[in-house]
């Protein structure tokens, strides 16, 4: 053999850089399912039984290719523990040759291995990982100069640079974005489309396989295995997207932002994760949505909202993530300190909007944005809660979640930690928003109207508590001008009465 190529769990793409002009006679392939992956965050047992079922999916793939796969499972007697141990071990059994790497997803990652390559004094490169449409370094070169870093600029020139959505040079429809349409509320039942759900796939021997491991070895995972219905192989991802083109593009922009009791997933793709594990490919993906449009299958809102979704917003957080890593993650700008609380993994809160989000995490390892954003990220973010325990929690229970996206998205967008790096101003929201999205508030104990009785909302005063406590760092921001002013115009007497509350609150929030 000349060279050892080790495929990460979320590398299962069939034209892997690292194997795209590989040749099967001198490539061996590992792959290794190990306790320090599974142990570094409070992983959903549906994301690792979703991760190794394609793991072992994918590798027989590559035998299938020709390739001769070492695959390591998590409970093999000599297993290792952990990635760099299993590159250590494969070297042992087949003599040292050179060893590949498609970039990795992780700067964890990243940094054990280069650790190990440096010890073992390997013969190590790293291989782009070109499954992006923007490389770190082409991102670097855009965001060079600029005194802010704005997802729509940078959504421009991917729209552009791909030529999707346009039309002689400009865009399609006479818009960047239709974000203005894309914020209905769900009508009531009887006025609504049908939701679809997404597509569900019946366990194979190899993914029933997987689902007893993880029931054995890891009895106490969060959140529930039982319906684990994911694909895990590319073939059935694509059905599944298919599904959603047909069955939930056109409605995906009306109601990008809508959220319903009983609707874990809406108009939703539920794709991420298929995407995020190289089942799907991005690019493809906005082409087929983009040919939906054009042939009338899909209005131009929707389509234009999931292309932004996929070429704009994922490209742009990884972009910021590889530009400011490792310092990123230790940011706290708000200087929030709270333990997170219970409720984000029992549920057991009577705050229904948080209810029904994390049971739908505990179904699913998913919610969608507008619960990740302005649910439980909102949530944390006006009552204080540390970025870290934050992000650790959105690592861990999201199917979807790798350092690279959940990161930014988390400690960016909804927790304002990164001290604004590009979101212009907090995403905080009282209860009146989520009472106006969605229909939450009709089921639930709290008073959506009320800030300061028995019965006050906590989002209601945790909000303005929020507000007054980071006027020193908001008060000049232009785009909060406006809510300053509103605090100014209330009585002070019921600004204190919200502050007392919001205080008493934070001190046990899991009362709540
Ligand atoms: P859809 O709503 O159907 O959107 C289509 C696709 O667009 C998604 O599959 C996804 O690939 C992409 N996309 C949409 N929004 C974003 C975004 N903000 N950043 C990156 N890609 C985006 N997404 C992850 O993939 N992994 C995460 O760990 C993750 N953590 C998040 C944490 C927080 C606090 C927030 C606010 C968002 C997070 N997101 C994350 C982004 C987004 O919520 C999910 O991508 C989306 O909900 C996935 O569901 P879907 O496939 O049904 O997406
Ligand atoms: C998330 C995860 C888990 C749970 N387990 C493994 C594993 O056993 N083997 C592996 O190769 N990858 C795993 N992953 C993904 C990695 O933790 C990490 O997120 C990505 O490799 C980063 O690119
Ligand atoms: Fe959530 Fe407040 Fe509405 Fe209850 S009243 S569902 S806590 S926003």
Redesign the pocket.
Known sequence: MSQLVLV???QLSASLASLRDADPASTRIL????AA??D?AP?HAK??AF?FAAMRHHAKALRKAGFEVDYVHLDDADNSGS?SGELERALQRHGSMPVRITF???WR?KAEIERWAESARANFAWVPDDRFLCSPEDFAEWARGRKTLRMEHFYRSMRRRHDLLMEDGEPAGGRWNFDAQNREPLPPPLARPAIPRPMQFRPDPTTRDVLRLIERRCPDAFGELAGFSFAVTPGNAKRAFSHFLKAALPYFGDHQDAMASGEDFLFHSVISIYLNAGLLDPLECCRAAEAAWRDGAAPLNAVEGFVRQIIGWREFVRGIYWLYMPEYAERNALEADLPLPEFYWSGATDMHCVAETVAGIRRNAYAHHIQRLMVTGNFALIAGIDPKAVCDWYLGVFADA?EWVELPNTLGMALHGDNGAFASKPYAASGRYIDRMSDYCEGCRYDPSDATGDNACPFNYLYWDFIARNRARFEKHPRMAMIYRNLARQDSERVARMRARAEAARRNLDRL
Do not use: I
């Open positions: 990460l769990g979320d792959m290794a399912e190990v992956e599974v570094y992983h994301k690792l991760l990635l990795p997803g992780e990652v790798y």
